[in-house]
């Protein structure tokens, strides 16, 4: 929560250390990973975001907010269809997992592919 609201203010040091703290106490706190790929992209550090959002969702593959995180990372930087085919894949190991079928949702809009979204959402709308 400190590290949260740390960055939402602004102070990303502060944010930073707080959620390495949390790692430091419990590795596998998928979260932590999260929000330090959070504060890496409003550092501008593309690279740095996509290792901590990875590294999130090795530790819970179903996390959403990683995969949203994800997909919207990848398609700011002109490689939605590159994760496209890695979520499908991904979705074909974890069917159950709505996270991955809502980040296709976004990923396949962002390549004006509407019919095929609308059938995605359609399938997350149904499940959930």
Do not use: H
């Amino acid at each position: 929560k400190e590290g949260a609201e740390a960055a939402a203010r602004g102070n990303l040091e502060q944010g930073e250390r707080a959620f390495k703290a949390v790692l430091d106490s419990n590795p596998k706190a998928d979260y932590a990973w999260t929000n330090l790929g959070m504060i890496a992209e409003r550092r501008g550090d593309e690279a740095g975001a996509e290792q901590a959002y990875r590294k999130a969702l090795e530790l819970k593959p179903e996390q959403e907010v990683a995969w949203d995180s994800l997909a919207r990372l990848y398609c700011r930087s002109r490689r939605c269809a590159a994760l496209e085919n890695e979520l499908r894949q991904k979705i074909g190991e974890l069917p159950t997992a709505l996270g991955l079928r809502t980040a296709l949702v976004y990923v396949l809009m962002q390549q004006n592919k509407y019919e095929v979204a609308a059938s995605e959402a359609k399938k997350v709308l149904k499940a959930d």
